[in-house]
């Protein structure tokens, strides 16, 4: 490991890490999932999400044990490359930066869709890389600038969700819900549940700001249970809701589900449906801005252990931020924009998470038999079980993605393993941990 690394800021309190939490998670709720019930009817849908959402609890409760013990901007990839040795970490910074730096993009798109629906001569795409500009620009700025906005944006989110809960419940009917509701049966579910996963997708990015965090073994723990608790209450409450609003066939692959929603309760030309368009952004936004100051630092730890190039660890002398990691980031987001498709994006985003998922539960086995001494400010709730589900469900995730999405997970897998022969034949896998 290299001993003398540039340090972040510490500037976040557990509000901010509340407001990160749910800020990378949010617009989960806005988009994307839907798609599961173009695979798996309403009620399979919900089944997956169920499954999930059992997933993410345990997970999260196991993972602040290693955030809290190893509060470091690497996450993930520090704590494989700890426990696992340089290879570990290989595996588990690779399929971090696959499920962030393709999350992204998704929703940039997502972003272009809205502002298209409110003013039809916005081009999507030229938008969502507009976003991307932009966004990158506001996160150079520095880390308490940096989430300051986020808590704005990801107060407003919650809100709205809120709002738009209250907007179509009086529209709930049980019958459309229940129409056809698991068309597949369990295959179906099987299928769903990468878009089950995209509700919650990303919420462990908090463990990236983890070094720009003030007293971490206090807020960390805070953030998290904070975080999940809103996240699926807020996930539930709008995927029930939106299902018995109407014939559900209709809304399985529009990327501006709510606005469309709350124009079938409301009537597309009220204004309150523009209206409620146009602050429906905040979501995306608060998703958008987090998960690009997330996967910098990630970028930026990679570089700084010397698993990227050494450029990529370079801090803005004024704003101390990680400018070059965020500038990389962006391109690569936008050629992903210009090549992909929404769904793809996020089954491909779901791959890296479920990967890393899988890694971090080994890591935080390893390490309890490892370093049985190390210091552990917050301990993973009735182990081993809570990991031990979290690893189990994690896997099978992993084999039904590889199932029902064998092209793009043969290219996931495949670069992976010309990582890791580059990384072999360069000598790095005999580095200490």
């Given at each position: ?6 340090g ?19 617009s ?10 173009g695979?798996a ?7 997956a ?20 013990s190893i ?21 588990a ?16 798109y ?36 940096s ?119 409301l ?20 998703s ?7 996967y910098?630092?990630?970028l ?5 252990e ?56 080994i ?11 190390l ?59």
């Amino acid at each position: 490991m290299v001993t003398k690394q540039p340090g972040l800021k510490k500037a976040l309190s557990a509000v901010h890490l509340w407001a990160i939490a749910v800020g990378l998670v949010i617009s989960g709720e806005y988009f994307g999932w839907n798609y599961g019930w173009g695979v798996a009817g309403t009620m399979g849908m919900l089944i997956a999400t169920l499954a999930v959402t059992v997933l993410y609890i345990t997970f999260i409760f196991s993972f602040t044990e290693l955030t809290t013990s190893i509060p470091n901007a690497g996450g993930p990839f520090t704590y494989a490359h700890r426990a696992l040795g340089p290879l570990g970490g290989l595996i588990a910074g690779y399929a971090t930066l696959i499920e962030f730096l393709f999350a992204t993009p998704a929703i940039a798109y997502a972003l272009g869709s809205y502002i298209h629906f409110l003013v039809p001569s916005m081009n999507v795409m030229y938008t969502a890389i507009g976003c991307y500009v932009l966004f990158t620009a506001i996160n150079m700025l520095g880390i308490k600038e940096s989430a300051l906005f986020t808590l704005l944006v990801t107060l407003l989110a919650v809100i709205e969700l809120l709002v738009f809960m209250g907007i179509v419940a009086p529209h709930f009917q049980l019958k459309n819900f229940m129409h056809d509701s698991l068309p597949f049966g369990w295959k179906g579910v099987f299928a769903a549940l990468p878009f089950a996963i995209w509700l919650y997708l990303a919420i462990e990015g908090v463990s990236m700001v983890a070094e720009e965090t003030k007293d971490p073994k206090r807020t960390i723990p805070k953030g998290y249970v904070a975080g999940i608790s809103t996240l699926v209450l807020l996930a539930l409450g709008v995927m029930i809701l939106t299902g018995g609003l109407t014939d559900w066939k209709k809304l399985t692959t529009i990327d501006y589900l709510l606005p469309e929603a709350v124009g079938i309760a409301l009537g597309k030309e009220n204004q309150f449906t523009k209206l409620f368009a146009g602050i429906g952004l905040f979501g995306l936004i608060a998703s958008f801005h987090s998960i690009i100051l997330t996967y910098s630092r990630q970028l930026f730890s990679l570089a700084r252990e010397n698993y990227l190039p050494l450029a990529l660890a370079k801090l803005h002398p004024r704003f101390q931020t990680p400018h070059r990691a965020l500038i990389v980031g962006g391109i690569i987001g936008i050629i992903a924009i210009v090549s992909g498709k929404t769904n793809e994006l996020i089954i491909f985003s779901v791959l890296g998470a479920i990967v890393m998922y899988i890694t971090s539960m080994i890591s935080l086995f390893v390490l309890r038999k490892k370093e049985p001494a190390l210091e552990r400010p917050f301990k993973a709730p009735l182990y081993p079980y809570f990991p031990i589900i979290a690893l189990l469900l994690a896997a099978v995730c992993l084999l039904s993605i590889i199932y029902y999405n064998p092209f793009l997970s043969a290219l996931f897998f495949a670069i992976l393993l010309l990582l890791i022969i580059l990384f072999v034949i360069s000598g790095k896998h005999k580095k200490g941990n």
